[in-house]
Each structure stands twice: as structure tokens, then as C-alpha cells.
């Protein structure tokens, strides 16, 4: 099925509530925003990507299944609605002389960074925005712009447009996507909501007539409102859930988090001492609530007891990242694609950027639970690793995801830590070592994304992992067959790259005075009699 690799933006407007089909749309309340607005039933809300999106995005709408992509002879297209938020200007008080940033002018900190990034992206208005700064402004037309529209039952006046952008294909005929939009001026916020579709006529210039109704649907129905009153019970209940954001940083950090999910139904939160959870139910299905969160509850008790592991082999020290991450647990496999535009066969990842794990519940049978502990333990090992060893620090692949598969196999039952060797890596490894198709091991370990991440990854993370199996396992079980010279790779490596931050170095002194060829034959027979 082809897929636009495109992003779309739909803004709410307001058509009168009570004249739509109310088959065809549902109207949903942001309480932040303070508005309400119709969707159509075709759309759902998804969470944007943390700390990739757009800072004047707040909601996004997409399909929810295939059968409600659009279906044109070009291929098959999601569709999409966005809210747009442009807050005025108000005067901001002046720091005392002092309060703020303790970093210096020429050592700016990642917080200033961070925050200086987020205001260069920022839009003062609409206007900048659909003219200017729009990522996905391809070749635009505007076939109307800024027409002015009367208030209607509760929807105040608002700017209408419509516009083109042309995405170009070297391959064949190019595809034209069409945007609706409506502005609204309101006392604290410019409001946009933008409705895009395809094209889906060979001839035509804009969408069919049914599409058109859709976002114009969508687009008009903006209605202020009065936004939810939290009662004593809630803020009780949000106070609870808030307990282990006890820092400032964590604090900035929970509500970076929590402005993610607010408004979007099915997704709620809750802090332990080491992670901000993020976790999804089917939100048609309220019932299912308690189920998402003892999935989720379940899942970082056990990410929390797995770093006992990590701490052990890498214990921590003084110039550790102090990170709040976000674990997220999607409702099921599609909303985790969905969420992170994630290709096929990925089951969770961790982005150092924003510091956020991802995973999904597997309650479909997708796979067994027993994978997606896994993935939780493999990931949060790169996180892990991320605070032990420091932004500025890159890890050579084979030591990185094959560390992070060999925790993957450890599971834990009344106390007591037991470890499998993993199946899968072990089916993909052996018959490279018989047919010797692996990567000589001089080769692989200086391999970094390049290289080690091609057509050929699932069978380098293979040999990655048996690699760690092997010097992580090899002294006890092997004894004195076991060099010392080999005993101390992971150590040495380890100590550079906390002293240096630099690949080749750590590569270099890990391997120093290594024969490589009876490392790889010691390694060779490690696959094919004790890796089971």
C-alpha cells in the first residue's frame, strides 16, 4: 500500500453544531485551548512525536484503519486534521538580576538551547506560518486567502482559505494536495484548523465534493468554550499521579509530557522515581482503562528492576545525565507506527533527543509478552546508556545493540534473575558462522550506523549480540581457556569512552595487543557450542 510520507495540518473552525450529519462527525473539547470543534468520525487523535513537532501544532488527526484512507489511482493516501495555537504577545516580567541560567554567556545550557531552538521555530501568526515556516509547503497556490467569514450560532468570525501544494514524483505524475483552513482571532490566541486531502482526479484541481465537505465541516465548527472545571477529587487524583516529579527539572519535564496528551482521549499518565508513563487505552472502551495502566504499571516495575543489571556491569558515577525519561506504552501495534511513523518490524525504541522509550501492548498477539519485556529491557538499556555515558559520547553499534540484546534475555521471578540465550539472534547468527557470511570481528567492531544498520542489520545485531554473550558469559564458563586480554574489552572500552567520549579511542584501547585471529576462532566455536 502506498503511503503520502507527508504530514498534514487541519485546523478547527465552526459550521453550527446542530446542522451537521451527526453520523459523520463527533465534536471534541480541548480544554488548554479552551474550544470545542467537530471531526470526523474517519480521524483520530494521535499524540504529536515528542520533542520532534511543530511548537504551534497541538493536535493532530489521522485514519484510523486503511478503509478509511483515501483511495485514488495514484495509490492509497491517509488524510489529516491539525490545530494550530498562536498565542499573543504579552509582556514578560524581567528577570531579577541573578535568577535564571548559571551557565555563562559562552556555555549556554541545553535548557537555553532548547529554548532558543523552540522560539526560532515558533510563528507569530497564521499568516507566517502558511506563507513562511510551513514544513510541508511544496510549490503553494492559494486559490483563497484571508476571505472573511461572518460569525455563525456560536463560531465567531473567522479567515477562510484554501490552498495547493504540489509533491513532486521523479517516477511519474506528480500529486497535488489541497488544504482548507479557517483562522480564528480570539482574545488570547490566533486558533487555526486545516483540513488536507489528495487530489485524487487525473484533471481536477481540487478534491472531490464529498472530501470538500469534510474539512469545510471541520474547519467551520470552532466554538469557544468554557473548558473542563477540575474538581477537589481530581486534583487529588493529579496530585497523586504527579508525586515523583518532586525537582524542578522533573517537574518542567511532567508537563512537557502531560501538554502531549492533554486533550487527546485514551491517554492518561502517572511518575515513578526514574520515568514520567505516558500509557493508552482504546478510548471507545472506558472499561479498558485499568487494563492499560496495569500493562503499563507492569511494564516499568520492570524497567525500574532492570537497571539493578545495568547498574551492576556499568555502576553510576558523579557525571551521570540526570534524565526524567518518558516511558510510553501504546494500545497496540498500529498506534505505535501511527505515533512514531515507525517502519515494519520495529517493536519499541528510545530517542536521546527527547529522552522518550516507546513501546506498545501486545494484547493483540502480535507477538508473546515475553518479546515485549524484552524490548523493554533492550531499550531501556539504551537509555540507560544515554545518562552513563553522556550526549556527547556515540557507541559503536555491535557493543550498544548487542549490550542491549543480551539484557533483553534476563528475566526475573520471586527475586532472583535468571538469562536465556535469545532465540532469535542465536537462529541468526549460527548459519552465518557456518556458511561464514559474518563480518571478521576486526571489521565490525569500529562499525558504526553507516554500516552496521543496512540491508544486512538483522544479522549484524545477531553477531553484535553473541559478541557481548560472549565476553559477558565467556570467563565463567570457559575459565582460564579464556584470555584476560579479552576479560578486559568491555571494561577498557567502557573506562575510554567515559574518559574521552571518542570512538576510535575506546575502539583502539579495547582491542589493544588483541590476536585477532585465535579471538575470532575462540568467539567461532563460542556460536556453535555454548550459544543455546
Same mark, same amino acid.
Given at each position: ?102 551557565? &555563562? #554567556?559562552?556555555? $549556554? ?6 529554548? !532558543?531552538? *523552540?522560539?526560532?521555530? =515558533?510563528? %507569530? ?5 502558511? &506563507? #513562511?515556516?510551513? $514544513? ?6 492559494? !486559490?483563497? *486567502?484571508?476571505?472573511? =467569514?461572518? %460569525? ?23 500529486? =497535488? ?356
Amino acid at each position: 500500500m502506498q503511503k503520502a510520507q507527508i504530514a498534514v495540518f487541519v485546523l478547527a473552525s465552526c459550521a453550527p453544531l446542530a446542522a451537521q450529519d451527526a453520523s459523520e462527525y463527533r465534536s471534541e473539547q480541548n480544554d488548554a485551548m479552551r474550544i470545542r470543534y467537530l471531526v470526523h468520525k474517519k480521524l483520530y487523535a494521535i499524540p504529536l512525536k515528542l520533542g520532534e513537532s511543530h511548537p504551534n501544532m497541538k493536535v493532530q488527526y489521522k485514519p484510523k484503519d486503511a478503509g478509511d484512507f483515501i483511495h485514488g489511482r495514484l495509490g492509497t493516501y491517509e488524510w489529516y486534521m491539525y490545530v494550530l495555537d498562536f498565542p499573543k504577545k504579552t509582556d514578560e516580567p524581567k528577570k531579577p538580576a541573578g535568577e535564571g541560567s548559571t551557565t &555563562t #554567556e559562552s556555555e $549556554p545550557s541545553k535548557s537555553d538551547l532548547e529554548a !532558543a531552538i *523552540k522560539k526560532h521555530l =515558533t510563528c %507569530p501568526n497564521w499568516h507566517v506560518w502558511v &506563507t #513562511e515556516k510551513d $514544513p510541508m509547503l511544496m510549490e503553494r497556490t492559494f !486559490a483563497v *486567502k484571508a476571505k472573511p =467569514t461572518k %460569525p455563525h450560532a456560536k463560531s465567531p468570525a473567522s479567515t477562510y482559505w484554501e490552498f495547493a501544494d504540489v509533491q513532486k514524483s521523479n517516477s511519474g505524475e506528480d500529486l =497535488t494536495w489541497y488544504s482548507v483552513a479557517a483562522v480564528y482571532d480570539l482574545p488570547e490566541r490566533e486558533v487555526a484548523i486545516v483540513g488536507r486531502v489528495p487530489v485524487t482526479g487525473k484533471r481536477d484541481t481540487k478534491p472531490s465534493e464529498k472530501h470538500m465537505k469534510w474539512l469545510q465541516t471541520m474547519v467551520q465548527s470552532l466554538e469557544p468554550s468554557a473548558g473542563a472545571d477540575e474538581g477537589a477529587a481530581d486534583a487529588a487524583m493529579d496530585a497523586k499521579k504527579d508525586e515523583f516529579a518532586d525537582t524542578p527539572q522533573k517537574k518542567a519535564g511532567l508537563d512537557r509530557a502531560k501538554e502531549n496528551i492533554a486533550n487527546i482521549p485514551g491517554w492518561d499518565y502517572f511518575t515513578t522515581p526514574d520515568y514520567i508513563v505516558l500509557y493508552q487505552w482504546n478510548y471507545k472502551k472506558p472499561e479498558k482503562r485499568p487494563e492499560g495502566f496495569k500493562f503499563a504499571r507492569g511494564l516499568v516495575d520492570k524497567l525500574e528492576d532492570v537497571r539493578q543489571l545495568y547498574t551492576k556491569d556499568y555502576p553510576p558515577h558523579d557525571k551521570m545525565l540526570q534524565l526524567y525519561s518518558v516511558f510510553r506504552v501504546c494500545n497496540n501495534y498500529e498506534d505505535f507506527m501511527k505515533y512514531g511513523n515507525t517502519p515494519p518490524g520495529v517493536v519499541g525504541w528510545f530517542n536521546p533527543g527527547s529522552k522518550e522509550l516507546v513501546v506498545f501492548d501486545d494484547k493483540d498477539a502480535f507477538m508473546g509478552k515475553k518479546d515485549v519485556d524484552a524490548t523493554v529491557r533492550h531499550e531501556g538499556w539504551h537509555q540507560y546508556a544515554h545518562s552513563y555515558f553522556g550526549e556527547k559520547a556515540e557507541l559503536h553499534r555491535w557493543f550498544d545493540e548487542g549490550t542491549g540484546d543480551y539484557y533483553g534475555g534476563f528475566s526475573r521471578q520471586g527475586g532472583k534473575w535468571t538469562y536465556v540465550v535469545e532465540k532469535g539472534r542465536k537462529m541468526g547468527i549460527v548459519p552465518q558462522v557456518a556458511r561464514k557470511t559474518y563480518i571478521p570481528l576486526r571489521e565490525i567492531v569500529s562499525w558504526n550506523h553507516d554500516k552496521y544498520y543496512g540491508p544486512r542489520a538483522v544479522d549484524h545485531y545477531a553477531q553484535g549480540y553473541s559478541m557481548i554473550d560472549f565476553l559477558r558469559r565467556g570467563p565463567e564458563v570457559l575459565g582460564k581457556k579464556f584470555e584476560a586480554s579479552w576479560a578486559a574489552i568491555l571494561d577498557t572500552y567502557r573506562e575510554t569512552m567515559l574518559a574521552t567520549s571518542d570512538q576510535k579511542k575506546a575502539m583502539e584501547k579495547a582491542f589493544e595487543g588483541i590476536n585477532w585471529d585465535a579471538f575470532e576462532a575462540a568467539w567461532i566455536d563460542w556460536v556453535k557450542t555454548q550459544l543455546k
